[in-house]
DNA sequence: CGGGTGAATGTTAGCGCTAACAGAACCTCG
DNA sequence: CGAGGTTCTGTTAGCGCTAACATTCACCCG
């Protein structure tokens, strides 16, 4: 399959007014030729200052602008990142892109970016493959996902390519923020506060981060000889949270609950609150994200923080690293941290 | 100015290996010209099917990938959208974006994405630069901001742009939801509980919708003859909100309160819980937005939803028609619909 | 059976730019 | 003063593609 998308081919109208001004329009103007317009643009080469002054000149009068696509024909390069980001709208994944984007700008790249609802082996090759024809240098792909895992096993080799938050066995570099470790401390704190063990709202069976963080609060119970609850499961929604929160009332020895996200943890606290059980008075209740929201909670949720932005710039910086010849296979991992407030305050 | 950025200038690699097939390569490869895999691949003329039949295995062999740069060289068209997000981590931007991408993809256009902190004429020019810098056809400009507006005003008019929630005064095609209509309907649901008045948390007096909320809101009061409190003010956060939930404590027939969003809704709530004071048995509050959360605060949240995903796609239809040579100056509304939660229930 | 017709294919030019080299102008120094 | 730099500027070619026109060929019809 080739491309074979020709957007506005029929409504467009025909390309208004005289057409942009090229090299050799402003070279004329300024009586040189387009080959030192050239250098003054780009900075390449020695040029007079005076012959500079008059070219600069004639650009700013003639407002003209490089026309990337010529240059991108001759280099090869577009300048142009691309980034493939799984339920773009969702707190972590729209600042994970920020991030990218803030960084990548800084560096004079540009960023096509193309989403994907439900992710899957194929749908995330589409997207993959849409941005290559959009000729990005090297692509991004955002997808903490078991499915995204797997598309990236299939991922093209001739392209440099990064994933955040993937999983181990990807055969790329991945980043991503070190889910596992932040499950210990947030399980860890909970025990601290007396509990005989805490159970665990988990997030979808396939997405890495829910395995990683479910992971992480096992270990740390088994670790200590304590006994292990049944997992619960959500889909992040704060719905989600809730009916687990209904499933869970009642429960005995339901004591401390560490939820996967911090929008299922709301859930949480809301069947709770209807089943007239305090947070934290009854029961201890932890999150994961730290949503800017979590500190207003009824109570403000003790969670764990990611760092998005700070993920965003690192990725790229494993992508630009990855773009200049380096075939760093590693995982990456940013540290999370804990914090604390009083839906965990000790009794 | 010109572009100056040079992306990765000292770091790159030398292009790894045999560069990518070109429409000879295939052509010669199904001993054809390169004309006829141009008219295969676009599906630009005739062909006779064994012909093609031929060009399509030459193409799938080699995995020619049309070169987009030289494309857009020869035809002037990029089929590349920009869009300029302000704040593209809040839900209702990130949520727009992804609407926009959304209809923009299906319509074989690309996204090239280039977001802003602080907004402001200067920043939102500069944006609207760097994207045109990688010659894109057209541009959504996200920014509920006055300066936004004000920035709209320099807006380039030789390349297609409309603006997503810009002010009624901009040079451009507008698209937002109908604030000043979602603000109205909640004042007057919360007026209907039999209220003497409506207090308001505002948001950022520089934001457009802000404006617009508050403007509804006061107008639904005045209409009827009522008392306008006066206004407290935010800043679109959970802790704005919670620190004028603070200042509204104790105010004397402090009985039902419209929050300009939901996040500082949440403060409010947050506050008045601290405080001793119960919604929705001592306090009503509304808040607007509905985010996906709002329906699992304490208590679930009445509120007024903005159907994001519709506004992204109809803002890709208005950037459509105006690239199609279309010069609609209006300014489209999205009806908003108040959804009754819990926080107003009738006492 | 010649000439018209239309479908299928090929040829050519050029989009705007940069790389590579070629030339001109100016120095420097023995 | 001229060989041998350096600095500045120009010329040429070609990136991969599509538009426009040119050519070929098969076929139909009077």
């Given at each position: 399959m080739?491309?074979?998308?020709?957007?506005?081919?029929?409504?467009?109208?025909?390309?208004?007014?005289?057409?942009?001004p090229s090299l050799a329009d402003v070279a004329g103007m300024a009586g040189v030729s387009h080959m030192t317009v050239s250098r003054v643009v780009n900075e390449s080469g020695p040029v007079r200052p005076e012959t500079?002054?008059?070219?600069?000149?004639?650009?700013?009068?003639?407002?003209y602008r490089p026309n990337t696509a010529a240059r991108a024909l001759v280099t090869g390069r577009s300048g142009t990142l691309g980034v493939v980001a799984l339920?773009?709208?969702?707190?972590?994944?729209?600042?994970?892109?920020?991030?990218?984007?803030?960084?990548?700008?800084?560096?004079?790249?540009?960023v096509a970016i193309c989403s994907v609802t439900r992710p899957g082996r194929?749908?995330?090759?589409?997207?993959?493959?849409?941005?290559r024809r959009q000729a990005v240098e090297g692509i991004v792909v955002i997808a903490p996902h078991v499915t995204a895992g797997r598309a990236l096993d299939a991922a093209p080799s001739d392209i440099p390519l990064v994933a955040v938050g993937g999983g181990e066995a990807a055969p790329v570099p991945v980043l991503s923020v070190d889910q596992y470790d932040g499950a210990r401390r947030a399980t860890e704190h909970l025990l601290s506060?007396?509990?005989?063990?805490?159970?665990?709202?988990?997030?979808?069976?396939?997405?890495?981060?829910?395995?990683?963080?479910?992971?992480?609060?096992?270990?740390?119970?088994?670790?200590?000889?304590?006994?292990v609850p049944a997992v619960v499961r959500g889909d992040w929604s704060p719905r989600s949270g809730y009916e687990a929160g209904r499933a869970l009332v009642g429960k005995r020895g339901l004591k401390a609950v560490f939820s996967a996200?911090?929008?299922?943890?709301?859930?949480?606290?809301?069947?709770?609150?209807?089943a007239g059980i305090r947070v934290p008075e009854d029961v201890h209740v932890a999150g994961f994200d730290d949503v800017p929201e979590a500190a207003y909670f009824t109570p403000p949720l003790t969670t764990v923080r990611q760092d998005f932005i700070e993920v965003g710039r690192r990725t790229f910086g494993l992508l630009q690293e990855r773009m200049a010849g380096g075939d760093a296979k590693a995982r990456h991992l940013v540290p999370a941290e804990l914090v604390v407030r009083d839906s965990t305050r000790p009794r």
């Open positions: 080739v491309d074979r998308a020709k957007p506005g081919e029929q409504t467009r109208a025909p390309l208004p007014g005289p057409r942009q500079r002054e008059r070219v600069l000149a004639a650009v700013q009068k003639l407002g339920e773009s709208n969702l707190y972590g994944p729209a600042s994970t892109l920020y991030g990218i984007e803030n960084a990548a700008r800084e560096a004079g790249y540009g194929t749908s995330i090759g589409d997207a993959v493959e849409s941005l506060l007396g509990h005989r063990t805490v159970w665990h709202l988990a997030g979808p069976e396939d997405w890495l981060e829910a395995r990683d963080r479910e992971r992480g609060w096992r270990d740390t119970l088994e670790a200590r000889g304590l006994r996200n911090d929008q299922m943890a709301l859930g949480l606290l809301r069947a709770f609150t209807e």
